[in-house]
């Protein structure tokens, strides 16, 4: 899985520095930037260094790289100050879900109260 780039994918040309945006991590396997329309006074996307379409696809192919994923987020709310206060973190998958980026990308949300997912 590592190392594909899609030529005609966004966050490919992010993590290529081809299209600019608001690094705020960076490492061998991920790429952290900012939302470019914020849903929360923080609101980072951590995506593979990777073109994977998905977060299905990527769980299946390199579980490991999924891991890296989530340890980027936590170090990025400690770093953003949200680690104390919680923040929230999630995938959109397919077209129900509203993914509009085909590169996999998971949201991390906080900086204030988000309002309970259920209940
Ligand atoms: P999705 O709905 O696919 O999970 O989320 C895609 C996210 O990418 C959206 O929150 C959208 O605001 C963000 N986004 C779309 N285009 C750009 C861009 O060019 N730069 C940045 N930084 N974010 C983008
Ligand atoms: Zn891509």
Redesign the pocket.
């Known amino acids: 899985t590592v190392d594909t780039v899609d030529a005609d994918c ?1 966050f490919c040309k ?1 993590v290529a520095g081809e ?1 600019p ?1 608001t690094v705020v991590h960076r490492d061998d396997t991920t790429v952290a ?5 914020p849903q929360a006074p923080t609101h980072v ?1 951590i995506v593979p260094t990777a073109h994977i379409p998905d977060v299905a696809t990527l769980a299946a192919a390199d579980p490991e790289l999924l891991a890296d994923l989530f340890t980027t987020a936590a170090e990025v709310a400690k770093a953003e100050g949200i680690a104390e206060g919680g923040y929230r973190t999630l995938f ?1 998958t397919g077209r129900d879900a ?4 085909f590169h996999a ?1 998971l ?1 991390l949300l906080g900086g204030t109260w988000l309002g309970a997912l259920a209940g």
């Open positions: 966004l992010i299209v945006a930037f900012r939302d470019i329309k996307l959109n509203g993914q509009t980026v990308h949201h």
